[in-house]
């Protein structure tokens, strides 16, 4: 039976900044919204949906993942994603990745071929390269880099989405933050932290991610659901509310079983897109 609630949603990113022209990355969320639309009502799974506009956002170097990643206080780059499936909770993660075009397919492979969860570092590098995936130089980032890429302090991409099974899925994807300490890993790769997705819902974080760890937020507005009966606007926005009291800053997108769409941020703005159950589509930043 198809579900009717299909519904997927796309973040390149809180910390936007009020005078820069988004206009690119508004167009470029919007159509990747399209091409995803049109795979869940052609039955594709949300996983595979999931990893693919991932794998767009990563290679547009419009944001601070993938081709667009920010360079470590080493001058290295190192980059960090991870992918949950909801009906089964199997995850899969990477963490201080190096050399690879995008960090969610060695996500995906790690998922789909390992009994691990997560690889790091070199080993996450070794497995990559095992697995004939995509390997780059340095100068594929410094080709991307503009001023609306170097100029965020943050840019973690994610998607989720609900597909036709009724099956949530979630992915995050992130280059890090400019400068940070060689070896840092955020939230993203995390599961609970940066990315959770089960039975009721899917959760991808963007922004600070030491504050996103110390809370546990993608996994805070799961239990808030379940054990708080909250609904999803109330969870996501109590969840992100907690990182604000720590200090910190940043956004979330949030989907439930039904197709509800959550997309909260303490910030200036966040890269954002969605389409509802009802087919409408919004892409936004501010």
């Keep these: 039976m198809t579900n009717k609630c299909l519904s997927l949603v796309i973040h390149g990113g809180a910390g936007a900044m009020a005078g820069h022209d988004y206009d690119a990355e508004i167009a470029h969320m ?5 091409a995803g639309r049109d795979r869940l009502r052609a039955g594709a799974a949300a996983m595979d949906v999931v990893v693919e506009t991932i794998t767009a956002l990563e290679a547009s170097g419009l944001y601070v993942a993938g081709r667009g990643a920010a360079p470590n206080s080493a001058g290295k780059y190192e980059l960090d994603a991870s992918l949950m499936h909801g009906p089964t909770r199997v995850a899969g993660a990477v963490a201080a990745l190096q050399g690879f075009a995008s960090p969610i397919q060695v996500a995906r492979a790690v998922m789909d071929t390992t009994p691990h969860v997560m ?19 340095p100068e594929w980032f410094t080709a991307a880099r503009t001023s609306e890429t170097l100029s965020p302090s943050t840019g973690t991409v994610g998607c989720l989405a609900l597909d036709e099974a009724g099956a949530l ?5 992130t280059g890090g933050t400019n400068g940070k300490l060689y070896g840092r890993v955020g939230d993203s790769p995390i599961v609970g932290a940066g990315v959770w997705a089960d039975d009721r819902v899917a959760v991808s974080c963007t922004g600070v991610g030491e504050y996103f760890l ?17 609904g999803l606007a109330d969870a996501a926005e109590a969840a992100l509310d907690d990182v604000v009291q720590l200090g910190g800053w940043g956004g979330l997108i949030a989907l439930s079983a039904t197709g509800e769409i959550a997309m909260p941020f303490r910030s200036q703005g966040m890269k954002r897109a969605a389409l509802s159950p009802d087919g409408t589509i919004t892409s936004e930043v501010f």
């Design 30 to 34: 919007r159509g990747l919204i399209e």
């Design 119 to 137: 690889l790091a570092g070199d080993g996450a590098a070794a497995f990559a390269a095992a697995q004939g995936l995509e390997q780059i130089g």
């Design 169 to 173: 899925a979630a992915g995050t994807s």
């Design 214 to 230: 110390r809370t546990a937020t993608a996994v805070q507005i799961a239990h808030r659901l379940q054990f708080a009966g909250q």
